[in-house]
C-alpha cells in the first residue's frame, strides 16, 4: 500500500524542530513516514535528533544546502511510490487528522497535483498567513491570499479550491506530479521555489490547490530570524532569478486592461461588489485598475485594491465598468463603457436615463432591474448578470458567539432609515413577543450616513413602551469579511426592505443557513420565493427621498405573524435553513458571477482572447506501468462476478479463498473479499446510508476509518501482485481508496440499465424507477472517481454474447496496459466458466430518462473514456 513521506527540513532552532516533531507524532499518520532532513545544523540539532530515531527517518547533509536541496535530498529519500509532504520546521500540528484531509484534497480530482492548507501565524494574532496566492508579475510581490488580504481567521474559504499557488511551508506533492515535474529547480536556494513549482505544473495541466478542511500554525520564516540581512539576500536573488523565466510571462497572461471606477465602502452593496469582484476578474486574466468615483480611503490591507489603484494607465482602458448607485452619473473612461446598476424603485429617476444611453452595455442583477430601467426609455443592450454570494466568507460553519442563555435570536441590518424601514421591524417583534419569552431582536445599525437618525427613531420607539427584548448595535465598525460572524451568532435574519435593489445581506443570510425573512419584492422576489419565507406587501408607497419613485411597503400585521409563526416552528425552521445553505451556495455564488462578467467584458471590447487552458494532466498519461492492483468498479447486477472469475482465471489473486464471499444468488462466488465488504458496509452506515441510499457526504472520520480497514486489506494483498478488488459499492468510494494505491488499473463493468434494473427488482423488490436512479448514482460516481487513470471497460452483454471474443479483448487490453503475471486461459476454461447469454430479462416498459439515455450512449461509444 501506498504512504506519504513527511520531509521536515531542520536548520538550527532546535527548539522549533521538536515542537514541530512532537506536534507531529501526537496526530493520525496513517501510512505515513517522517524524514527528518538536518540541513547542517551547527547548534544541538544534530545530536537531539538521535532521540526520535526510532519514530523517524534522519537524512544527514554536511553543510546548509539551502531549502530546496535540503528538500530535495528529502525527496530522494522518500519510498518510490509515495507521496511527499514538505514541511517547514516551524508548523506546528493541532489538527489530529490534516494528513488524511490532504489526501482527500489531492485526490478529489486526477490533475490535483499539489495541495496546501490554511496556515495560522504565531499566537495570540490568529491571523491566517496562508490561503492560497498568487504573485502579481509588474513587481513580483508574492501574496499567500487570493484575496490579498491578511485576516482574522472567521472560518473563511473553508473548500478546496484550485489557486495559482501554494506556500511550501507545508506542500502535499502527489507522486505522480513528481514523476511527471521532477524535484524542485535548484536555480533557487529558497524563496520563490515554490511559486515555480506551482507553475511548472500548471504548464503541465497539473493544479494547486487549497484544502480549506486543514488549518495549522505556522511561526513564519522562524528558521532565517535574527540573521543579519541573511533571508533578505535569499530573496532578492531568487527574485531575480524568477523574474528571468516567469515575469513577462506573467504580464502577457494578461487579456488588457479594465477600468474599475466605483467605491470600496458606501453605500455597502455596491462597495462590497468592488472588493469581491475586482481581485476575481484580475485572477481571470483581466489587468484591473481602480478609481475611485467619490474620495475615500482604501483599506490598506487591502493588496489586490491598492495594487489596482496603484496601476498607472498607459493607454485608454480597454473597458470601463462604472459599479455605482445611478445618482452619481460618473463618466465611463474607456473603450468598451459597461455600467452595473440597479434600482431600488420600481421606476428609476428619469434622470438616469440619459446617463445609462452613455454606455455600450448595461449589466442588471436580475428581470426585475431590466424592466425597471426598461421603462424610463433605456435602449442600452442590456443583459442580466446573476450576483451571488461569497461562499468563501458565508457558509454555516463560521464560528460566532451564540446567546448565553439559548434565546431564539432574530437579527436586522439597518443602513437607511426609510429603506430598511427598522422600525416595522422593532414594532413586529415588540407586538408579537412577551418580556418572558427566551427570543431576542438585535438591530445593527451600520455606519454611515442614517446612522444617528436610525438610532434616534428606535430609541425613541423603545423608550416609549416595554416589551420583549431588542437591542441596537451602532457606533460598532468591523472588517466586511466579518460580517458573516454577526449572521451566524443570529438563529434568523429578518428584512422589511422598502428598496428593490440587490441586496448582499439576505443572500449572506441564507449562504450562513439563517432563516429568513424578507418582503418578496424587486431584486428579492425570485430569491425569497425560492429560498425564504415571505412577507405580504400591504402596497406601495413613495419614496420621500425621491419624488415620484415607487418602493414597497412590507405589510406589519403580516411581518408581526411570520416572525411569531417561525418562533413557534423554531426547530423545523433552522434545520430547514442549515440543510438548504450549501445548496444555495453551489449555484449562486460570485465566483460564478466573475466568470460570466469576463465573458460579458470579453465580448464588444478590445481584450485579448483569453489563454488556451493546458490538457488537464492524467495519471494515465505517465510512462509508468501498473502497479498490478486492480479495482472492478461495477454496479449491482451488472455482472462484476463474472468478470472477477476471468481476472482469477488469468491469474489475478482476489485474497485467500476461505475470505471470499458467496451467495444464494451467486453461488459460484462473487470474488469479493469479506474484510473489504465489511468495511464498504461500515463506511456507508457511518455516513447515514446504505446501498439502496447511497449517503452524499460523510463524516471525516468515517472516510479515515474505511481507509484503515482497506489499508490492512490491501498490505495482505500486495505480496501477490497482480491482485483485484470488487465490491459494488466501491463505486461509491474510489476517491477515497485512490490514496492508498499505486499505479492503479481500474476495470469498469457495465450492462444494459434496464437488465440491471429488472434484475434489481426481482432480487430486491425495488421500483425500476429507484433502480435506474441508483444505477446513475453509482455509474456517475465510478466513472467520475477513476476518471484520469487507467481503466478498461468490459460489456457483460457483448461477454455473454461472445465470451471469447470478449474475454481475449479484455485480457489483451490488460497486457496492453502493462499488467504482468497474467496467463491466458485456454478458450475451454473461459467457456466454462462464462454462461450463455440465455433468455434475456424482461425490460419491457423500463424508460430510461434523458439524463440516463445520454449516460448509457457515451458508456457504448466509449465517450465516456474520453474516446471515441
Known sequence: MRGAAL???????????????DSLLAQD???????????????????????????????????????????????????????????????????????????????????????????????????????GGFIEPELLWGQQSESGQQESDVGQFPRTRRVQAIAFALAYIRRDCLDRIGGLDEIFHSYFEDTDYCLRAADAGIASVVAGAVTLRHDQHGSTRDDGGFRERLWKNSRARFAERWQQRLIDRYRGTVLWQGLTRLPHAWGQLTRAL?????????????????????????????LAARRMLHS??????????????????????????????????????????????????????????REIGIDTPMEILPLGVDREYCHPQVPALRHPAGHFVFLAVAESLHGDAPELIVEAFRRSFRDDEAVELVVYICPGNDESAIRETLENMLARSSGARVRLMFGWGFPGYERAQLLTAADAYVSARRGAGWDPVVRAAIACGCVVIAPAWGSQQALVQEWALSVELAGEIEDPAEPGCVWAQPDRDALAWRMRDVFNRREECVMSAMARATQYSASNHLDLSADRLTEMLGRGSTLLAPVPSMRPHQPCDLDRPPSGQM???????????????????????????????????????????GEIHLACLRRLQAAGGDWKSPPGHAPPAAIDAFRREIAVVLDSLDGRRPWFIKEPRLCLLVRELLPLLTRPVFIHVVRDPSEIAASLHRRDALSTTKALALWETYTREAFAGSAGWPRILVDYNALLENPLATANAFFDDLQNLGIGGLERPQPARIA?????????????????????????ARIADRGILGQR
Open 7 to 21: 520531509i521536515v527540513l531542520a536548520w538550527n532552532q532546535w527548539t522549533l524542530t521538536r515542537r514541530c516533531l
Open 29 to 131: 499518520l496513517d501510512a505515513a513516514e517522517i524524514i527528518v532532513v538536518d540541513n547542517g545544523s551547527e547548534d544541538e540539532t544534530a545530536t537531539a535528533l538521535d532521540a526520535y530515531a526510532s519514530r523517524v527517518r534522519i537524512v544527514r547533509l554536511p553543510a546548509n544546502l539551502g531549502f530546496v536541496r535540503g528538500m530535495n535530498a528529502g525527496i530522494a529519500a522518500a519510498r518510490p511510490d509515495d507521496d511527499v509532504v514538505l514541511l517547514n520546521n516551524d508548523l506546528l500540528f493541532g489538527q489530529a487528522d490534516w494528513l488524511n484531509r490532504l489526501r482527500d484534497a489531492a485526490y478529489a480530482a486526477a490533475d490535483h497535483g499539489i495541495v496546501g492548507c490554511r496556515l495560522l501565524g504565531p499566537e495570540p494574532g490568529n491571523l491566517l498567513f496562508h490561503l
Open 278 to 306: 475586482l481581485w476575481r476578474l484580475d485572477a481571470r486574466g483581466l489587468r484591473m485598475a481602480y478609481s475611485a468615483v467619490l474620495p475615500e480611503l482604501l483599506d490598506g490591507n487591502d493588496f489586490r485594491l491598492e
Open 316 to 373: 485608454f482602458p480597454d473597458v470601463a465598468l462604472v459599479c455605482t448607485p445611478g445618482q452619481s452619473q460618473m463618466p465611463a473612461r474607456g473603450r468598451f463603457r459597461v455600467a452595473i446598476a440597479f434600482s431600488e424603485w420600481r421606476r428609476p429617476p428619469a434622470a438616469w436615463a440619459d446617463y445609462y444611453r452613455g454606455f455600450d452595455l448595461l449589466l442588471v442583477p436580475d428581470a426585475f432591474q431590466a424592466e425597471a430601467f
Open 631 to 673: 479495482v472492478v468498479l461495477g454496479m449491482h447486477r451488472s455482472g462484476t462476478s463474472s468478470i472477477g472469475g476471468l481476472l482469477a482465471l488469468f491469474g489475478a489473486w482476489p485474497g485467500p479463498a476461505e475470505l471470499l464471499l458467496r451467495g444464494p444468488d451467486n453461488p459460484r462466488g462473487h470474488f469479493e473479499h
Open 832 to 856: 466454462e466458466w462464462i454462461e450463455s447469454a440465455g433468455t434475456k430479462s424482461d425490460c419491457s416498459g423500463i424508460r430510461l430518462s434523458a439524463a440516463q439515455a445520454d449516460l448509457q
